[in-house]
């Protein structure tokens, strides 16, 4: 099991981080194209997902996975998206986005006067924090690819 | 690395006579910077505006509230959870239209006037917590509601209650906020 890469987004589709881990294929277009990219599915994916569902959604749109990486959403009122993209063995991790949210972004970033908002984060200590939770999850193995 | 991984961080809390003195400061300073009362108001507004839009970051985090249907729902959380949280009190909440789009919050005690005797002479249309108006307001529009958010009622003014007015102006369409490029 493996982690591939994290994005986290703002309400108004600003890439406001991200970072990779074990990514063996790049995109092959520049970073910027790719956030567009990921963030205009991710906005479409929303609004699909719930017209078609039968009843009022929760939480909506968790996850979805192809047959070679599983992407995993997660997103606040405030429209704030994370999203993290890993292997396939690896079962739900709200929680873990949320932490990242609640005690690395909000405390790290939002309570940081010196970091604007709506920007790309430039935090060395968010950085460092959250490369550092995300090395130590149980899901995180270096040997995978 | 000398701190642990925390899983839960801990939240400092401050000592409430130093924060309660803390915002009478700012706000005799800006008794002294601006002349009328209607900038000061104005200001207060803007600082706490400033505040709320990241206040509700924290909120959300720590609270873990669950989506709200209606607009009395969301007064509701604003009262019992959210002052609840940062203030420490619990308004009570009354809905003031038919349209149920205006709410009242009734402030019996409010702690950030605990040492205000009165309004200074000549600033008698000081909304002397006008900061929290700005944060109601900012926090609201971060989760993508436009509101108006004013004093009705201070006890400070010679009222017999303090009540702050919500008006919920829309529910606001995320697509209009998208980044126009």
Redesign the interface.
């Known amino acids: 099991m493996t982690v591939h890469n994290l994005y986290l987004f703002d309400?108004?589709?600003?890439c406001l981080h991200y970072s990779e881990w074990h990514r063996k294929k790049q995109a092959g277009i520049p970073k910027e194209e790719e956030y567009k990219l990921m963030y205009g599915m991710l906005?479409s994916i929303r609004s699909f997902v719930s017209k078609m569902s039968p009843l009022d959604m929760?939480d909506g749109f968790l996850a979805f996975q192809t047959s070679r990486y599983k992407l995993h959403y997660y997103e606040?009122?405030?429209?704030?998206k994370v999203v993290m993209n890993t292997d396939l063995g690896v079962g739900p991790i709200r929680d873990v986005l949320h932490?990242i949210?609640?005690?690395l972004?909000?405390?790290l970033v939002?309570?940081n006067p010196l970091c604007p908002?709506g920007q790309t984060v430039q935090s060395e200590l968010f950085r460092s924090r959250l490369d550092?939770?995300v090395r130590?999850l149980p899901f995180f193995s270096a040997r995978a690819g | 690395m000398s701190r642990p991984a925390h899983r839960r961080p801990e939240y400092r809390k401050i000592n409430k006579d130093l924060f309660v003195l803390t915002y009478g400061a700012l706000v005799a300073q800006l008794c002294k910077d601006y002349e009328k009362d209607e900038d000061v108001n104005k200001y207060l507004d803007t600082m706490g505006y400033g505040i709320g839009t990241r206040l509700v970051e924290d909120f959300l985090a720590r609270s873990c509230v669950r989506r709200c249907h209606s607009y009395s729902e969301i007064a509701d959380i604003i009262a019992q959870v959210a002052f609840k949280m940062y203030l420490g009190i619990t308004p009570s909440v009354t809905c003031n239209n038919a349209s149920r789009n205006e709410f009242s919050l009734i402030l019996d005690k409010n702690p950030l006037v605990e040492f205000v005797e009165e309004l200074p002479t000549g600033r008698s249309s000081l909304c002397y917590c006008n900061l929290l108006c700005g944060i109601i307001r900012g926090a609201l529009e971060m989760v993508h509601l436009a509101a108006d958010v004013t004093f009705l009622q201070d006890r400070l003014k010679g009222d017999s209650v303090t009540e702050i007015g919500i008006t919920f102006l829309k529910k606001l369409d995320e697509k209009k906020y998208r980044r126009k490029k």
Do not use: D
Request: net charge positive; aromatic share 16%.
């Open positions: 309400r108004n589709g600003v906005f929760k606040t009122p405030t429209g704030i932490h949210y609640s005690a972004y909000v405390e939002v309570k908002l550092s939770y130590s």
